[in-house]
Structure formats: structure tokens, C-alpha cells
């Protein structure tokens, strides 16, 4: 008896690992709306840099600008995406950033929501300027270098980031 269950359980392993495994992706871009205050931090900073045209996502408090469109391809919260990007403050400092020719890859989903509900906007070739209100970045938690304990990204940083979109996969 006990070697039927054996050759059962191999057979149904083995038809298993054959079927294609198309697990839909569960990921969502989120639905945050950011608070009044850090709103008016992203216009004060529009304005102040004479920046016009910026265009708000949604009543959100989340701006972009698109530079480029790029292709008609669209990202998916489950698309890997290969970027070249520049993450400033609002002081001008950077923070982060690809280095000269350097691509890097993220599964979109997996990132802040600023960037998981504004990405989905362009496609292969495309750029786009993010203004993030700290409730779709980083919040209320500094960001610190872990081998120096500096301060990366101090706590309710409103983030704004410069992408190119390379590849979608």
C-alpha cells in the first residue's frame, strides 16, 4: 500500500512542476492620499521653483511631469523594471542615484508608492519627474546609511526623483 502513495505523490509532483505557473500578480500601486500640509509642501516647492507643469495624480498630492512618453508598452506592478535615476531633496541634495551608463532593476511593485502609481505612465524610453509627498516615500522614519548611521532621508522628505525608464520585463 504504502508504495502506491509513493508512486501517487511522485506522479502528482511530477504533473505539477510540468503546468506553467501563471500566478496572477497581486500587487497594487496603492491609494494613499497625502495630508493636507505635505500637499502644500509639494505646491510651496512648485511654486517657489516657478515649476508649472507639474500635474497632480488623482487629488492625490503626488506630481510628475512627463518629459518623455516612450513606447505605448505599459509596467505592471509585477513588471521588473531597468532604470537610470536621481533621487534629490528639496534643498538639492542627492541622495541616490544611478551612476553614469549604470541601469539598475526593480520589480516595480516592490517600491514607494510614488513611484509604483507614476511609472505605470510612461513606457520603454520614457521620463518622468516625480514630486513625492513623504506619505508615498519614506514617511515619518529617517532613512540612515547603515555603516555610518548618517541621515540619508530625513523623516517627511518630500522626494523628487528624475527617471528614465529603460526596459520593462
Known amino acids: 500500500m504504502m508504495k502506491f502513495v509513493l508512486v501517487g505523490a511522485t506522479l502528482i ?10 500566478t496572477p500578480c497581486t500587487r497594487e500601486a496603492g491609494s494613499t492620499v497625502a495630508p493636507a ?3 502644500q509642501m509639494i505646491t510651496d ?3 517657489a521653483n516657478n515649476i508649472t507643469n507639474a500635474v497632480e495624480l488623482n487629488n492625490s498630492g503626488l506630481y510628475y511631469t512627463i518629459t518623455t512618453q516612450g513606447s505605448t508598452e505599459r509596467a505592471e506592478q509585477c513588471s521588473v523594471l531597468r532604470v537610470k535615476y536621481v533621487g534629490k531633496l528639496t534643498n538639492g541634495t ?3 542615484q544611478t551612476q553614469g551608463d549604470n541601469i539598475v532593476s526593480f520589480e516595480l511593485g516592490t517600491l514607494i508608492e510614488g513611484w509604483k502609481r507614476t511609472l505605470t505612465l510612461i513606457g520603454e524610453g520614457g521620463k518622468i519627474k516625480l514630486y513625492v509627498p513623504p506619505s508615498m516615500g519614506y514617511g515619518s522614519t529617517d532613512r540612515v546609511n547603515p555603516q ?6 530625513p523623516k517627511n522628505s518630500v522626494l523628487i526623483f528624475e527617471i528614465e525608464l529603460v526596459t520593462i520585463t
Open 94 to 96: 542627492i541622495f541616490d
Open 45 to 47: 516647492y512648485l511654486t
Open 37 to 39: 500640509s505635505e500637499e
Open 13 to 22: 509532483l511530477a504533473l505539477n512542476s510540468c503546468k506553467k505557473k501563471d
Open 148 to 153: 555610518t548611521g548618517q541621515i540619508i532621508i
